[in-house]
């Protein structure tokens, strides 16, 4: 899979933040420091049955079957999908859910420098396929990069006669069941999610965007509308997300969308940007 300049820095920065992280933290996690997880994968003899403390780049990917790993970085696509662990990878177990808040989490996957404890075992076949020589059972965790987010979120309120609230919607959707509505919320799209949602977080500076909360699956958002709202990089781009006026088809008590995940549809006839793209 060919990777952008962009996402080699990234990565190059990645590697280099843990490397220093590593040898600013000390010798092997029995002393108080932690160890960078090449140390552990060059001499996983040293460490086995122990409980030791690791730097590195954790991946979360669902599927079938899902991923939890510990790798020494990860690359992925502009948009932040398709993360890809990087080199051999030690097998996680027992990660805690509520780290991966502070990482990143572009729709398809959760990823970010973390720094690990717990049991090492090696020379085992370890994961769904049995293909990982290395596990680490976590006792603890945390995020090493904390990922500052930005909430953008559309207000409860009326929206005038006519028009149906985000909220009403969700709150009473078989009243609006195959009815022509016109309501305001958050598109979102990344290549694999599209959604009206009631809001969108976004790293700082506008990056890494994700859906929050509530979400609506949307198909049929004009094309043209999508070059007045913030757009990622690339040729298409990454991402695009912006608050909109959107007038369409409510269906609702389905299995829409991604993986029959969302249980109303949208199907767009007509849209109108509400926000200037910065």
């Known amino acids: ?39 552990v994968i060059e001499k996983p ?25 510990l790798a020494a970085g990860v690359t992925t696509l502009d948009n932040g999908l398709d993360a890809q662990p990087l080199g051999e990878q030690i097998w996680i177990e027992g990660f805690p859910a509520d780290v991966t808040a502070n990482l990143h989490r572009p729709g398809d996957s959760v990823y970010g420098m973390v720094r690990v404890t717990g049991m090492f075992t090696n020379e085992g076949s370890y994961g769904p396929n049995g293909e990982f020589k290395f596990r680490m059972q976590v006792s603890q965790a945390e995020a090493i990069e904390q990922i500052q987010r930005v909430e953008h979120r559309i207000e409860n309120r009326g929206l005038g006669e ?21 309501t305001q919320g958050y598109y979102f799209w990344n290549g694999a999610i599209y959604v009206l949602a009631e809001g969108v977080t976004t790293e700082e500076g506008g990056t890494n965007p994700q859906p929050m909360e509530n979400a609506i699956w949307m198909e049929g958002f004009p094309p043209d509308k999508s070059s007045e709202l913030n757009m990622g990089p690339g ?32 199907t767009v006839t007509s849209a109108t940007p509400l926000e200037q793209r910065p």
């Open 45 to 69: 003899q040293e460490f086995a049955g122990k409980e030791i403390t690791v730097d590195g780049a954790y991946l979360w990917r669902p599927g079938n079957p899902s991923t939890a790993v």
């Open 162 to 182: 006519g028009k149906v609230s985000f909220f009403e919607l969700r709150q009473n959707p078989q009243a609006y069941n195959g009815q022509t509505v016109t």
């Open 235 to 266: 040729t298409p781009p990454g991402y695009v997300w912006g608050l909109v006026e959107v007038t369409g088809t409510f269906q609702t008590g389905g299995n829409f969308g991604k993986d029959g995940a969302y249980q109303s549809l949208f």
């Open 1 to 39: 899979m060919v990777r952008t300049l962009r996402q080699a820095m990234t990565l190059a920065a990645l590697l280099i933040s843990l490397m220093l992280l590593s040898t600013c933290s000390g010798p092997a996690g029995f002393s108080g420091g932690s160890l960078y997880i090449l140390d």
